[in-house]
């Protein structure tokens, strides 16, 4: 018998199995495809490898320093081999670091039986009961398909088909404005590729700050994206090796375009196979939990994707190693969580929080500190001028209710955000670090100074 097995061997239950070894328990991990889940095999890997490769070829393609770059194009086919290579690499690893902990990691798809029992069958079909103290569901989501859509991995596909497509064709269709549709169309059109999207809300990302979904639309559009946005997409039919995308516009316009294309990004939906059978209490479409992520059935946790909530890999991989930490008895509850936002579209995004409207609506009296990358030194020296910083904080108290980034470096000067934030530090606390200079850090300080009326390196403003 084990002390835990965990289905899913993503970023939620490879991180829950080490810990659970680091803290003296016999673990084993159940995976049906390939360790590290959607993020490392189909998602935020693959994703971030092509927005690199994407984006230095349409930086070199039009830098104003380079000679003969018009003449530059991009091999779709190299993207892809390094893409694989690398996922291939880190693969491995994750198998290793379970080794290197005494994991036991055995392949096939996890049946639960009821507390404590797991069927797990093998690729040939052969089938292996096993026991442990307690299970963990990390079973992770798949991508949500519109009902009258055929996925045929050609024509019509999710980004399981996209990342691992070596032929990229002219002219792309993107159902969904969400974080997964800016990204998948900022990388087309940094290839120089055709895109619309089409987006049921009257916004692109919605889930951001206003200011940063506004200027994530604005770059879209200086890419040459063509948005629909309060737009349905209402039939998509093959045409000689093409589609027709019919869609009912925002003013109630009926119209069509043709496209050689289609990618289906309209969210994701949890992988439930293996429990739906169980009758567990569900929240909507996902598990159903308490404090402890212990699921209706006693001795049965469940985290990340299956649960709801922000669909990231780091909110499942906090979430594993908090419910290992309370089985061995460290925790009692769930910590609080501060779950960043990270975002490589048409422009990067690095978010915590609550957004200004978010704030304004729990009756919040906020104040408001912005410091535009057009003033930062270190932004004009690397040419990435458009971008922003904005801090909500509470007018009275000072406390950082939440940070919002748009530009160059959002997703890595997030992390001071939460680290400040973590330990309960308010606005005032950044006036007093002093950031190297040229820097794009400077830009969160000087937020920060704006916060309070003391920004150096910008226009005083009204207030």
């Not at 798809?109 to 029992?117: D, E, K, M, Q, V």
């Not at 009257?202 to 604005?218: H, N, W």
């Amino acid at each position: 018998m084990f002390d835990l097995i965990i289905v899913g061997g993503g970023p939620g239950g490879y991180v829950g199995a080490i810990r659970a070894a680091q803290l003296g328990m016999s673990v084993m991990v159940v995976e049906k495809d390939a360790l590290g889940g959607t993020c490392l095999n189909r998602g935020c890997i693959p994703t971030k490898s092509f927005y690199n490769d994407s984006k230095l070829f349409k930086q070199a393609k039009c830098s104003t320093v380079l000679t003969g770059n018009e003449q530059l194009d991009i091999s779709v086919g190299a993207v892809v081999a390094r893409k694989r290579s690398l996922v291939k690499g880190l693969v491995g690893g994750i198998a290793g670091l379970l080794q290197a902990n005494g994991v036991q990691v055995t392949c096939g798809s996890g049946r639960i039986n009821g507390t404590g029992s797991v069927t797990v069958q093998a690729h040939d079909g052969s089938t292996t009961d096993y026991q442990a103290k307690h299970i963990l569901l990390a079973t992770g989501s798949r991508p949500q398909v519109l009902p009258f859509l055929t996925v045929d991995g050609q024509l019509i596909q999710t980004t399981d088909h996209a990342l691992d497509e070596e032929n990229v064709p002219e002219r792309i269709a993107i159902i969904g404005g969400g974080v997964i549709g800016v990204e998948m169309a900022g990388i087309y059109a940094n290839m120089g590729r055709q895109v619309t999207i089409f987006e049921v809300l009257p916004e692109l990302i919605m889930t951001e700050d206003a200011e940063v979904s506004a200027l994530t639309r604005k770059k879209a559009q200086q890419l040459g994206i063509t948005l629909h946005l309060g737009t349905k997409v209402t039939s998509v039919t093959p045409l000689d090796g093409a589609l027709s995308v019919s869609f009912t516009d925002s003013s109630g316009q009926n119209a069509s375009i043709t496209v050689d294309r289609l990618l289906a990004a309209t969210g994701r939906v949890p992988c439930l196979e293996g429990v739906d059978h169980l009758g567990l209490a569900m929240n909507g479409p996902f598990l159903k939990v308490d404090t402890t992520f212990q699921t209706s059935l006693s001795g049965v946790y469940a985290i990340g994707d299956v649960i709801g909530g922000m669909m990231l890999a780091h909110k499942a991989s906090a979430e594993a190693e908090a419910t290992v930490e309370m089985l061995a008895g460290h925790l009692t509850n769930a910590p609080k969580m501060l779950i960043p936002s990270c975002i490589w579209g048409p422009i990067e995004i690095g978010s915590v929080g609550l957004t200004e409207d978010q704030a304004k609506d729990q009756g919040i009296s906020v104040s408001i500190g912005r410091f535009p990358y057009k003033f930062s030194g270190a932004a004009a020296a690397k040419g990435v001028g458009d971008g922003f910083v904005k801090i909500v904080g509470d007018r009275h108290s000072g406390e950082i209710l939440g940070v919002h980034i748009a530009g160059e470096g959002a997703t890595e000067m997030i992390g001071e955000a939460i680290s400040l934030m973590g330990v309960e530090g308010v606005v005032e606390d950044l006036h007093h670090v002093i950031k190297p200079h040229p820097s794009l850090s400077e830009t969160v300080l000087e937020a920060a100074l704006d916060w309070s009326g003391r920004a150096v390196h910008t226009p005083p403003r009204k207030r």
